[in-house]
């Protein structure tokens, strides 16, 4: 079974982030890391493609500048190959254009289930993979806590408030994984060592065969109008425990409904 | 010249550290204090195949060197768990035996140095020869086809939780200038007539040190690596890999120490204003953090030179080079990050203050500063030997 796994490249989280005041996007200049959200989808298709006997997982990503540094740690943690997309005209590409060039990408891998986070930590939209499955025809089954396949059929845990539906579905569908799915594992010395020589197949819109006019700032439907500093946080409320702090506790995560 | 990291040395640094940091300082210690052993670490790092990164590639290992060894080690130490057996087991030993040893014994050790599941102690230091190795007078004779070993090592590390030792011995004198002449034996830890007496020492590492007895012990031919009576030149390949992982040890505990400081003087208010800003701190730790870049360039590119050509004289003097200003580098960083956290830099629950007798004895361990000092006065110097 081949599995396509959307991988995000991100900035590193543990480095500042930054906005450019002009086009209000987030400033992408430096090296991109393999969003840990994907780490999950990633170990999952090893796992699946293991478990059907076999089967190749591709990467498909699409990031600025040719970056290639989260699809090396991807590759590393046994991924077959990856198809990445660059192209200047993508900048300001807004979660629908991405979608849009992810949908045309993953049509060359041909794969038998696609796989995707169910939110980037950048971006949090949470929307590309749904868009995807739209845009390809697939069904498109969400928030998964557990995936498994038998004989062109996958079969989704899908996490819900109360707890989970279970969701059976045919294949070639759209998952997006939660955190949690599987534990991602760590690449190896020789996975490390293998990444270096796996093919990387970058491509352009053109090679895509997309109208440059359909993606990118120009054929964005959303825009930035305004960036605001976020609220500071509010104060708490101190609760001064006289013998009765555990009932205020317990009215708190009532009114939390989370008790 | 290049100074970036390639991706591949980036990747590893990122997993080791990442599986060092599901343990952490605290795991470490209390293993220490309990005196219980840090397998788990161990086993996870070793089933990465970080362990066996400079294992040559056709008897399961890495392929790679000591460069990629001794990011192993640092990642570990900056996690703040330096882990002493990595000098002697992968660093040594498996060096010494990938290039001297026969391809039999290579077949016997080199896959579970690879894995991890191998770990040689190395025993070169004795009570009354001191630094000067030429003076070693633990023997083995040779009988039938056996040898026979006899007199005491001490400070060895990790003997009990190796499964053999690497064991430097006189076989003969040269008659020429009365000097030992050496040959390295790999004895099994429960040989008979083998006496382990544990040493304690002031250091809070899950490693013991052992005094070592050797009463008739008895050795089989075929533990003899190398050539008899050349063990102090094959000894010397072992070497430079021993200082370049003692080195990365101390780098990594060097940037344990500054995340700790810097993040503790970024947040901590005494006077309204984050201690941090008081230059009395900042500079001090500005100025640590110029001396451990510089040792770890000088690590870096003593690992280059050991992995391009490990005999090179150049390869000597730069390890020992890096070893001497990592770990004075080192023993700055930490006593400065004790400071600046006041009194919580005594406590056990900031986990600084139990790393000092580590990062004192690599001053001390495995060459003095004095004789690494003595090295390149006469070496790169050529000044007259003193002794
Ligand atoms: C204003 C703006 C400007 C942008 N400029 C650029 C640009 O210059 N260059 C550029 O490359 N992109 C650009 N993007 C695209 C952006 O990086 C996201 O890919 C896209 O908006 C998806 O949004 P999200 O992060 O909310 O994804 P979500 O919908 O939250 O993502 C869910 C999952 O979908 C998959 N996924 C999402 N995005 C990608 C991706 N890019 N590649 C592979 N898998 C993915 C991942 O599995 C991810 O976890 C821009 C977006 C905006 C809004
Ligand atoms: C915790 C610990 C772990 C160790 N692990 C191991 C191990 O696993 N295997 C092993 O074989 N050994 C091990 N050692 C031993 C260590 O390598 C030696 O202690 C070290 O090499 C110093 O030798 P020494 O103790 O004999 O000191 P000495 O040689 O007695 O030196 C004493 C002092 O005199 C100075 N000195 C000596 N000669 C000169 C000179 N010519 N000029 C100027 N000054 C000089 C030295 O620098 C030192 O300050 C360990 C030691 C410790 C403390």
Same mark, same amino acid.
């Given at each position: 079974?081949?599995?396509?796994?959307?991988?995000?490249?991100?900035?590193?989280?543990?480095?500042?982030?930054?906005?450019?005041?002009?086009?209000?996007?987030?400033?992408?200049?430096?090296?991109?890391?393999?969003?840990?959200?994907?780490?999950?989808?990633?170990?999952?298709?090893?796992?699946?493609?293991?478990?059907?006997?076999?089967?190749?997982v591709t990467l498909v990503s699409m990031a600025p500048n040719g970056e290639t540094s989260g699809l090396r740690t991807a590759l590393a943690m046994g991924a077959a190959k990856a198809i990445l997309v660059s192209d200047p005209a993508l900048a300001g590409c807004d979660a629908l254009g991405t979608a849009k060039v992810l949908a045309a990408a993953l049509k060359r891998a041909e794969p038998d289930l696609i796989l995707a986070a169910t939110e980037s930590s950048d971006g949090y939209t949470g929307t590309t993979p749904v868009q995807v499955a739209e845009l390809m025809g697939l069904p498109s089954v969400t928030f998964a806590k557990k995936v498994s396949t038998e004989g062109g059929t996958v079969k989704v845990e899908r996490q819900t408030e109360a707890g989970y539906d279970e969701v059976v579905s045919? &294949?070639? *569908?759209?998952?997006?994984?939660? +955190? #949690?799915?599987?534990?991602?594992?760590?690449?190896?010395?020789?996975?490390?060592?293998?990444?270096?020589?796996?093919?990387?197949?970058?491509?352009?819109?053109?090679?895509?065969? &997309?109208? *440059?006019?359909?993606?990118?700032? +120009? #054929?964005?439907?959303?825009?930035?109008?305004?960036?605001?500093?976020?609220?500071?946080?509010?104060?708490?409320?101190?609760?001064?425990?006289?013998?009765?702090?555990?009932?205020?506790?317990?009215?708190?995560?009532e009114q939390l409904k989370v008790i | 010249m290049?100074?970036?990291?390639?991706?591949?040395?980036?990747?590893?640094?990122?997993?080791?550290?990442?599986?060092?940091?599901?343990?952490?300082?605290?795991?470490?210690v209390e293993r220490a204090r309990a005196d219980e052993r840090t397998d788990e670490l161990w086993n996870a790092v070793a089933e990465g195949g970080f362990l066996g990164v400079n294992v040559p590639e056709e008897y399961g290992g890495g392929g790679g060197g000591i460069t990629e060894l001794a990011a192993v080690a640092e990642e570990l130490a900056a996690a703040g768990c330096p882990l002493l057996v990595i000098v002697v087991s992968p660093a040594i030993c498996a060096t010494?035996?990938?290039r001297y040893g026969t391809d039999a014994q290579k077949q016997r050790w080199l896959p579970r140095f690879a894995t991890g599941e191998l770990k040689m102690a190395f025993a070169i230091t004795e009570p009354d020869a001191g630094s000067n190795s030429h003076n070693l007078s633990l023997t083995a004779t040779k009988d039938g086809d056996v040898y026979r070993l006899n007199g005491s090592k001490y400070y060895i590390s990790g003997v009990d939780e190796c499964e053999a030792i690497m064991v430097v011995t006189r076989t003969g004198i040269d008659p020429e200038t009365g000097r030992g002449r050496l040959s390295l034996f790999v004895v099994d830890v429960d040989s008979p007539g083998l006496e382990k007496q544990v040493?304690?020492?002031?250091?809070?590492?899950?490693?013991?040190?052992?005094?070592?007895?050797?009463?008739?012990?008895?050795?089989?031919?075929?533990?003899?690596?190398?050539?008899?009576?050349?063990?102090?030149?094959q000894v010397f390949l072992g070497l430079n890999p021993e200082?370049?992982?003692?080195?990365?040890?101390?780098?990594?505990?060097?940037?344990?120490?500054?995340?700790?400081?810097?993040?503790?003087?970024?947040?901590?208010?005494?006077?309204?204003?984050?201690?941090?800003?008081?230059?009395?701190?900042?500079?001090?730790?500005?100025?640590?953090?110029?001396?451990?870049?510089?040792?770890?360039?000088?690590?870096?590119?003593?690992?280059?030179?050991?992995?391009?050509?490990?005999?090179?004289?150049?390869?000597?003097?730069?390890?020992?080079?890096?070893?001497?200003?990592?770990?004075?580098?080192?023993?700055?960083?930490?006593?400065?990050?004790?400071?600046?956290?006041?009194?919580?830099?005594?406590?056990?629950?900031?986990?600084?203050?139990?790393?000092?007798?580590?990062?004192?004895?690599?001053?001390?361990?495995?060459?003095?500063?004095?004789?690494?000092?003595?090295?390149?006065?006469?070496?790169?110097?050529?000044?007259?030997?003193?002794?």
């Amino acid at each position: 079974m081949n599995v396509a796994v959307c991988v995000k490249q991100i900035p590193d989280p543990a480095a500042p982030p930054a906005l450019d005041p002009g086009t209000k996007n987030l400033v992408r200049d430096g090296k991109l890391i393999l969003d840990d959200s994907d780490a999950y989808g990633v170990e999952m298709a090893l796992q699946l493609a293991e478990a059907a006997g076999g089967g190749e997982v591709t990467l498909v990503s699409m990031a600025p500048n040719g970056e290639t540094s989260g699809l090396r740690t991807a590759l590393a943690m046994g991924a077959a190959k990856a198809i990445l997309v660059s192209d200047p005209a993508l900048a300001g590409c807004d979660a629908l254009g991405t979608a849009k060039v992810l949908a045309a990408a993953l049509k060359r891998a041909e794969p038998d289930l696609i796989l995707a986070a169910t939110e980037s930590s950048d971006g949090y939209t949470g929307t590309t993979p749904v868009q995807v499955a739209e845009l390809m025809g697939l069904p498109s089954v969400t928030f998964a806590k557990k995936v498994s396949t038998e004989g062109g059929t996958v079969k989704v845990e899908r996490q819900t408030e109360a707890g989970y539906d279970e969701v059976v579905s045919p &294949l070639p *569908a759209v998952v997006t994984v939660t +955190a #949690g799915v599987v534990e991602p594992r760590y690449p190896s010395f020789k996975g490390i060592m293998a990444a270096k020589s796996k093919p990387v197949e970058t491509l352009t819109v053109a090679d895509l065969g &997309l109208d *440059a006019a359909s993606v990118g700032s +120009a #054929g964005a439907r959303q825009e930035i109008t305004n960036v605001a500093e976020a609220e500071a946080r509010a104060a708490g409320e101190i609760v001064v425990d006289e013998g009765e702090g555990h009932l205020k506790v317990i009215e708190f995560l009532e009114q939390l409904k989370v008790i | 010249m290049d100074f970036a990291a390639s991706e591949e040395l980036t990747m590893l640094r990122q997993s080791v550290a990442a599986i060092a940091s599901r343990f952490g300082h605290e795991y470490y210690v209390e293993r220490a204090r309990a005196d219980e052993r840090t397998d788990e670490l161990w086993n996870a790092v070793a089933e990465g195949g970080f362990l066996g990164v400079n294992v040559p590639e056709e008897y399961g290992g890495g392929g790679g060197g000591i460069t990629e060894l001794a990011a192993v080690a640092e990642e570990l130490a900056a996690a703040g768990c330096p882990l002493l057996v990595i000098v002697v087991s992968p660093a040594i030993c498996a060096t010494i035996i990938a290039r001297y040893g026969t391809d039999a014994q290579k077949q016997r050790w080199l896959p579970r140095f690879a894995t991890g599941e191998l770990k040689m102690a190395f025993a070169i230091t004795e009570p009354d020869a001191g630094s000067n190795s030429h003076n070693l007078s633990l023997t083995a004779t040779k009988d039938g086809d056996v040898y026979r070993l006899n007199g005491s090592k001490y400070y060895i590390s990790g003997v009990d939780e190796c499964e053999a030792i690497m064991v430097v011995t006189r076989t003969g004198i040269d008659p020429e200038t009365g000097r030992g002449r050496l040959s390295l034996f790999v004895v099994d830890v429960d040989s008979p007539g083998l006496e382990k007496q544990v040493l304690p020492v002031e250091i809070t590492a899950p490693e013991k040190q052992f005094t070592l007895f050797f009463d008739n012990v008895e050795v089989p031919a075929d533990r003899l690596v190398g050539d008899e009576g050349e063990g102090l030149r094959q000894v010397f390949l072992g070497l430079n890999p021993e200082r370049i992982l003692s080195a990365a040890m101390a780098n990594g505990i060097s940037r344990y120490a500054l995340d700790k400081a810097s993040e503790y003087a970024r947040t901590r208010e005494v006077w309204g204003t984050a201690i941090g800003r008081h230059q009395g701190l900042a500079h001090p730790l500005a100025k640590a953090k110029i001396d451990l870049e510089l040792a770890r360039l000088m690590t870096e590119k003593a690992a280059w030179l050991c992995d391009h050509d490990g005999d090179n004289p150049e390869a000597g003097e730069a390890s020992n080079m890096a070893k001497f200003a990592a770990a004075d580098a080192a023993g700055v960083a930490l006593d400065q990050a004790i400071q600046t956290h006041g009194g919580n830099g005594m406590s056990s629950e900031y986990g600084l203050a139990d790393l000092w007798g580590m990062t004192r004895l690599l001053r001390i361990a495995p060459v003095s500063r004095e004789m690494i000092l003595n090295y390149v006065a006469q070496h790169s110097l050529r000044l007259p030997r003193s002794y």
